[in-house]
């Protein structure tokens, strides 16, 4: 059985992802961590920040593989350095907490809203 973690698997893509994961739960045992919680997976979410690097070390221990989702995507995010503590910043905390805990393989999503930015 493969271990999956899931890093910001709450939102849209990651809720999709983790309904076809969970069908196959003879193959893949998932986890989300997530700074929200998941409503639809919230029984397989742990709330974790990507920034926190003690944090990840932990929660990525004994996995297969990450698939990370987690990043600041509006473009409005104030202040502006969470968008790059959050996006750069997290996917270094990732990589060095899959390097501690031996996992070789992760997929990463990158996306931003295409609709533009809705003030209202």
């Known amino acids: 059985m493969m271990k999956i973690a899931m890093i910001g698997?709450?939102?849209f893509i990651g809720t999709?992802?983790?309904?076809?994961?969970?069908?196959e739960s003879a193959k893949?045992?998932?986890k989300n961590i997530d700074l929200a919680p998941s409503l639809s997976f919230n029984n397989i979410t742990t709330i974790g920040d990507v920034r926190n690097q003690h944090?990840?070390?932990s929660e990525l221990h004994?996995?297969?593989l990450v698939v990370l989702l987690a990043a600041q995507h509006r473009d409005d995010v104030t202040p502006t350095q969470?968008?790059?503590?959050?996006n750069?910043?997290?996917?270094?905390v990732t990589?060095?907490?899959m390097e501690k805990n031996g996992i070789k393989r992760i997929i990463f999503f990158s996306s931003v809203a295409i609709y533009g930015l809705n003030k209202d």
């Open 9 to 11: 698997a709450s939102g």
């Open 28 to 30: 893949y045992d998932c």
């Open 95 to 97: 990589l060095n907490a």
């Open 16 to 23: 999709r992802i983790l309904e076809l994961l969970c069908k």
């Open 88 to 92: 750069i910043g997290g996917m270094e």
């Open 82 to 86: 969470l968008y790059y503590d959050t």
């Open 62 to 64: 004994g996995f297969d």
């Open 55 to 57: 944090q990840m070390d």
